[in-house]
């Protein structure tokens, strides 16, 4: 009796491993990417250009907003004292981006530069951001 409950027992065992291990799927290096519902139909990495637009709206707030304002009109706190130009008017808007990058990293007449705090692309990225703010009605 012993015997014969032994031998079911492994009989039932081997019936539940009994998939041939061979019949799972290999891991290949293209599981590793994103599923598809993640990835844009150009088939770039996936919220790349949001997040270089979230980088510079936290630069610009982190750095310029408290002169600048958050949305760029001059009318941040620590604009009292200061002519504080609107980023947002056609004066600044007809400017190159070399020149607004230009200003960004030198500073002068009451603009602290930022040359060593924001890397090039940082001050770039800031600029394509103050061309998306909403335009001064002038
Ligand atoms: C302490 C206040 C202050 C801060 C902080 C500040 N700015 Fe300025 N910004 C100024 C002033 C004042 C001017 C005008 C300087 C001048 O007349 O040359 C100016 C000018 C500029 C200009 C030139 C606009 C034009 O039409 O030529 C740009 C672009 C600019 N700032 C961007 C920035 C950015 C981007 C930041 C953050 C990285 C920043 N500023 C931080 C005060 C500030």
Redesign the pocket.
Known sequence: MKYLLSTLLCAALLTACGEDPSSLPEWTPADHAQPPSLQDPAGRAPARREASVDLART??ML??A???GAGGKGDGP?ATG????D?TAA??RE?PDE??VE??RLG?????A?GGT?PPDGMQA?VAY?RGLSPAED
């Open positions: 630069l610009y750095h310029c408290s002169c600048h620590l200061l002519t504080v130009p980023l004066a600044t400017k020149a607004l200003k960004i002068g007449a009451g603009m602290p930022f924001i800031i103050l």
